[in-house]
C-alpha cells in the first residue's frame, strides 16, 4: 500500500520567515495530495490539495508543490504569523477515478509548526 | 450545516467493554471515513464507506467493526475494547468526483478514547 513520510517532525520559524514543510509518497498511482492543519483538540482542516495533473497551487500565503517524478510535494508557508501554529499533515491517495467508490487518505506522521514571536 | 458530527468527545471504558461511536453529516457526502490517531503517528484509516450500503477495510481494521446506517450515519463498534484501542477517532466524509479523483475530507471534532 501507499506509505507518506514527512519532514521534519518540528520546524520552528522566526514571525514573518517562511516554513516548508516536506512529503515523499511509494505509490506512483496517486493522484490527490491534500494538506491539513490540526489545532489542538480538533479535527484536521483542509487548507490545500494538489492533483496530478498541476504542478503548483497558490492560495494567498500558502503553496504547494507537486513532483511526480520525484514523488514528492511540499508546503511552503510565507510571512508566518502565531496563528499559523498548529500540527500540519500531508496525505496522499489514489482516489476514486474507477467511478465505484473513494479510497480513504494515508497520511504522513505531522509536522508540528512552531511561530516564534 | 453542521458537518460532521462525531458523538461523544471523550469516553473511558475497562478493557472487555464493548462501546459504539457515532457519526453524522448533514453534507449529503455519499462516502465516510474512520481514522485513528495516535501520538507521532498521524492518522490511519480503519474503515470506509464509499457509498450507502457499502463498507471495506483500511489499513488498521482489526478489533473495529462499522455500520453505514444510512447515508448520513457511519457508526464505529469496539465489541471487546483493548488498552491498544485508546485513542483519538475521527470520522470524516468526502463526496466523489470521479473524474478527478478523490474529493476533499471533512473531518470531526473527534472522540478521545481511554481504555483501562
Known amino acids: 500500500g501507499e506509505n507518506v513520510e514527512q519532514h521534519p517532525s518540528t520546524l520552528s520559524v522566526q514571525e514573518g520567515d517562511s516554513a516548508v514543510i516536506k512529503c515523499t509518497y511509494s505509490d506512483s498511482a496517486s493522484n490527490y495530495f491534500p494538506w491539513y492543519k490540526q489545532e489542538l483538540g480538533k479535527g484536521p482542516q483542509l487548507i490545500i490539495d494538489i492533483r496530478s495533473n498541476v504542478g503548483e497551487k497558490k492560495d494567498q500565503r500558502i503553496a504547494v508543490t507537486l513532483n511526480k517524478t520525484a514523488k514528492h510535494f511540499s508546503l511552503h508557508i510565507t510571512e508566518t504569523q502565531p496563528e499559523d501554529s498548529a500540527v500540519y499533515f500531508c496525505a496522499a491517495s489514489i482516489g476514486g477515478n474507477s467511478g465505484g467508490g473513494a479510497d480513504g487518505l494515508t497520511f504522513g506522521k505531522g509536522t508540528h509548526l512552531i511561530i516564534q514571536p | 450545516n453542521a458537518g460532521v458530527t462525531q458523538t461523544p468527545k471523550f469516553q473511558v471504558l475497562k478493557t472487555g467493554q464493548s462501546m459504539t461511536l457515532q457519526c453524522a453529516q448533514d453534507m449529503n457526502h455519499n462516502s465516510m471515513y474512520w481514522y485513528r490517531q495516535d501520538p507521532g503517528m498521524g492518522l490511519r484509516l480503519i474503515y470506509y464507506s464509499a457509498s450507502e450500503g457499502t463498507t471495506d477495510k483500511g489499513e488498521v481494521p482489526n478489533g473495529y467493526n462499522v455500520s453505514r446506517l444510512n447515508k448520513r450515519e457511519f457508526s464505529l463498534r469496539l465489541e471487546s475494547a483493548a488498552p491498544s484501542q485508546t485513542s483519538v477517532y475521527f470520522c470524516?466524509?468526502?463526496?466523489?468526483?470521479?473524474?478527478?479523483?478523490?474529493?476533499?475530507?471533512?473531518f470531526g471534532p473527534g472522540t478521545r478514547l481511554t481504555v483501562l
Open positions: 470524516a466524509s468526502s463526496e466523489i468526483l470521479t473524474s478527478v479523483g478523490t474529493d476533499t475530507q471533512y
